[in-house]
């Protein structure tokens, strides 16, 4: 088995070829390790590799994280991203800890996280999660439904609202991943005209990173290619 810093760079340097054959700045992609249920001794190795931004899907166990590597490593500018679900009683602990909230899919949740974000923290960088491939059992916003979020979440003072997030159905054949990305990629143009600062695409996984990275992706959310399978809670 390869190591974390290994695959860290094989990543990064699939990211760049791939980025490179469709003419896109591999400088625009950025890798989110996505380190939910690894162990910090794992994440320790990715940081001393250079990687950077993790994103986590469970509350506790990322804010557990958040403390620790402050204070093991109070002086490397960690980005913490969390890409999981939120409940409404736990948004307190996502508005005082994470830097980037990929998942909001109602105004509850946004209003929630705007009113416990600390006065003494820069704004929470937050994306509208958009169910694209309208499945019953995945959260996220309807297609149709996102401008008037988006309409909502941008009066809101300690938002600041970057773009859009999804989690497709899992598909294996790369056309049919590239078609629901381009949809995600039109919904982020179609949205710029009146919110040019929304430029950011959060798509793309292990499974379906080069048909993201081809359809406008700026964030990858890598796991398992980087810290191999998931070792659940």
Partial sequence: MNSVPDNLLAIKNKIHKI??????????????????TKPVNQIT???????LSFGENYVQEGVEKIHYFKQTMPDIP????????????KT???AENFDWMHTIDRLKIAQRLNDQR???MTK??????VNISQEASKSGVAPDQVVE?????????????????AIPEIENDFDKQLKVFKQMQQLLQSLQTDYPFMKTLSIGMTGDMQAAIVAGSTMVRIGTAIFGARQYL
């Fill in 78 to 89: 960690l980005i913490w991203h969390f890409i999981g679900p939120l409940q409404s009683n």
């Fill in 124 to 129: 929470l960088n937050v994306l509208i999660q």
């Fill in 19 to 36: 980025a490179v054959e469709c003419e896109r700045d591999p400088n625009t992609i950025e890798l989110i390790a996505v380190s939910k």
């Fill in 149 to 165: 979020l988006v309409k909502q979440i941008v009066n809101l003072p300690n938002l600041s609202l970057r773009g859009l997030m």
């Fill in 118 to 120: 600390p006065a003494n």
């Fill in 92 to 94: 307190k602990l996502v």
């Fill in 45 to 51: 190795e990715a940081i001393n590799a250079g990687q």
